[in-house]
């Protein structure tokens, strides 16, 4: 059975989305989702277009900014960017995560140490 | 920092949908190419690109509107969406939407009217800086009128100085009567009201001039120069509004007297001490001349130090009231106003209570009759709605079959009813605004602030208040009746006659019979109240107010006091009277000092000659000092010999007593009834008087209390404090000014131009309160009656079109015309029934609450309670004709083939 595919948590899609720009330059929301679903292995379940609530948010909040551009192959897009506020916040988010996914890594890894074990 | 940016992107956003919505379709549009392309590529057929292009994507018009609540203010935008599809539907359905907002302005514009008096009156302090410090201080309340209510200027001085609570103790002179200051500008006098004070009034009660000073302790003094504040409304009316006013001086009662300032708009004497009176200006009260000898004559108030409690204020008074003298040259007179003393005791009492305590309960009872109005209005609109909501069940069906979640139809309908009952407010805080300026006009009330009556910021608030609690209450119940119907059963032609019609016209009937119990209730308070006033009219009150008018004389004897003074006023007054006695259409004509309903005094009780007076008596009968003819001018009752002329200052002292006071002599003195005449009474300093005659009980201080002790002499013997000169006449007393003014003129020149008013008017104006409730409360019944008939008709109504197919069966199975009409008026009928069951049984529960309000008329008056039985079956009946009328009309064959 193939397993199903993972629930994006709250929040981390514009986790992804900020890592994706920082790590690929100027991209448009297609490249961005495409990206995210590559990296990710097909493993998370994306609307593609869920992608655009996301930009909207972050660049009301002024860590990427955008502009209509043209494509490789000279499609007109609407590009977008990470701002230097933007990097900063990714790198508290990344920061956080870590912590998170850490402590979740030390509680899940309990289960090793077999209970009721005699001295 | 973000979020703030945020906040200014999302509203900036919600202000430029067109561009920002056509910036996502091209973006949305550029990412299917990308995708479609890139499916192509890798082999697929253009439509199954286009598919999974799709498919990825997710679905469009959702991830559209996640991008649009991300980015803009969804919440608000579905307000306006919502405010826009009310206004479509309401202006599509003016005629519900007329009725709704008038029906709601009329409850809200009823309620803020109200408010707006009881606020004045009882809630709002009293126009003084910190008015609960102020309180009135008197002896507690007794039968003898003004002297008991009063303190001599020598207790006033003890009491300032023993008692400890106060910053300070002042007052003012209570026997000044309207028009007792003549302003002389040249042309004949022109008549005017003052009050003396004592000068520190305005400091104590903490009112500022608008224009030069206010009274200081020299102004008081012996041989001061006369000086007079005058009321904002004199000044403006008589002066001009003189902006150069301070420093003039006037011909006032013959004194050149200085204006020395001017009373701020906000204080009104009248409107506070004296309801339903002007006072014009105001003059101090020197405390040691002459006002020192004439007994009883100050109303005390104080001003509290902060902090001190009730308890202390009470305990502190009594301290004081021993030390209290009614003359400090009569030691025997020091401690009578002590507990157990003459006048048992001295009661401070906030100022705020004495001034409106006694209308607490009028209030309250006003209060709960537009309430009452307001549920009314309610129920009357949630029938309304109801009735709307069945016709539109297939629309919110449908609206949700397309998604919309029951939350956003309630908030629809809610919408809607805020809307109305937000119309309503604005067109009902204007009705309110027209009532309240026109009330604040109608000086003949004798209520205290009424002038300052007006719509202020609590009254906007408390129209906000009940505006939106209104909209909940009408719109909630057909709101969720409405979204909690079942979807299928209203897609399918559901018709007439299926269960939730039946269910509905349940909660119909409900609301109507609610609505008919109030307005029940409404009526029986409105009944009872007009009831007791009818009664108030009905009393006897031991003179004839109609067909008598009276007018204020000025006369002249400043000739030296005691005898030689009684007969010169001896043969003035004879003059005057044979003169105006003489007049076309004058029956009668008589002097007094003192009018019924106005002020009183008393001079201690005279006794039967030989009696030994008891240790302990009550104080003395009201005293007035009248000239012959003066009884049969007001139309009281004589037993035994009018006063005549010849009853002058070297005859022997005669009285006239009334029953009342003949019969608690008549207990000491061992008189049989019919016997007092000719009887001889001894008064304090041992003179002796003849009792010549017996007169009715007059009512001397209010309609509704009982008679006192009242006992007359001549203006020959004794020293009236005044003269009113009384005629009795059949032609209006506008027509007789003229010609007795002429005549009273001729006589006197500086004769004051004063205002010949008739003595019916000085009735008026003590039962004016009573009035002005009963007129409110009945207009209100008035229109609760009205609601509940627009209640009854509409549900009636509505019935009959839902049944027109029914009916239309039952006509063409041989049902007559008359059968049908029957059967509706029948079912109207039942529905008032059980809503006047209700309403009498809540009505004689609650009728005890008003029972002090009531006059002569028991709280379960039978002909009342007939009377609202009567007139609202007659109401539902009416109410219903027109339905039922409909209903025999109907054709048999149109209705059935319509549906």
Known sequence: MQPAKLDLLQGTLDLMVLQ??????????????????????DAVLLNQGTIYASLVRLEQRGWIRSSWGTSDNNRKAKFYEITASGRRQLAADARYWERLTGVMDRVLAMGATPEGDAP | MSRLKRARERAWAFFHKPVLDSDLEAEIAAHLDMAIEENLRRGLPYGEARRM???????????????????????LDILLQDLKFTFRTLSRDRGFTLVAVVILALGIGANVAVFSVVNTLLLRPLPFPNAQQLMWIAPPPQKCGMSCATYSTDAYDEFRMYSRSYQDVTGYFAFSSPDNLALSLGGPPIPATSIDVIANFFQVLGVQPALGRLFTADDARNGAAPVVVLSDAWWRRQFNADPAIVGKAFDMNGHQTTVIGVLPRSFDFGAVFAPGTKVDAITPLNLYGPPRDWGNIITMIGRLKPGVTMAQVQADADAAAPHMCWNNKNPQSCGSYARHGVQDGVVPVPLKDYVSGKLRRSLALLWAAVGAILLIACVNLSNLLLARAASRSKEFAMRGALGATRGRIVRQLLTESVVLSGAGAVLGLGLALVLVVWLAHQGSFALPLLSSLRIDGAALGWTVLIAVFAAVFFGLVPGLRMAGGNLQESLKDSGPGSGQGRRHELVRAVLVVSEICLACILLVGAGLLLRSFLKVLDVDLGFQPEHAAAVSVDYDDNAPTGDLSAAKRGAIFQGILSRVGALPGVEAAGMVDYLPMGQNRDWGTPFPKGVKRPDKFPTGPLVYVISPGYMRAMGTRVRGRDFTWDDGPKSPNVVMINEAFARYLGSYGNWRKGEEVNRILTDGGGNDLHVVAVVDDVHEESVEGDAGWQIYYPMTQASPAGSHLVIRTQLPPAQMAASVMGALRELNPTQKAAEFRPIQTLVSHTVSPRRFFMLLVGCFAGLGLLLAAIGIYGVISYSVTQRTQEIGIRMALGATTDRVQKDVLWNTLRLALWGVALGTGASLLGARLIASLLFGTSPWDLP???????????????????????????????????S
């Open chain 1, 20 to 41: 994706t720009l920082a790590a690929m330059g100027t991209q448009h929301g297609y490249g961005i989702a495409r990206r995210i679903e590559q990296v990710s292995g």
């Open chain 2, 53 to 75: 292009a799709m498919i990825r994507f997710g679905g469009m018009d959702l991830m559209k509107d996640q991008q649009r609540e991300a980015r803009g203010l969804m919440k």
């Open chain 2, 864 to 898: 009342t309670y007939a009377g609202m039985v009567v007139v609202l079956f007659g109401v539902a009946a009416l109410s219903g004709y027109i339905p039922a009328r409909r209903a025999s009309r109907i054709n048999p064959m149109v209705a059935l083939r319509a």
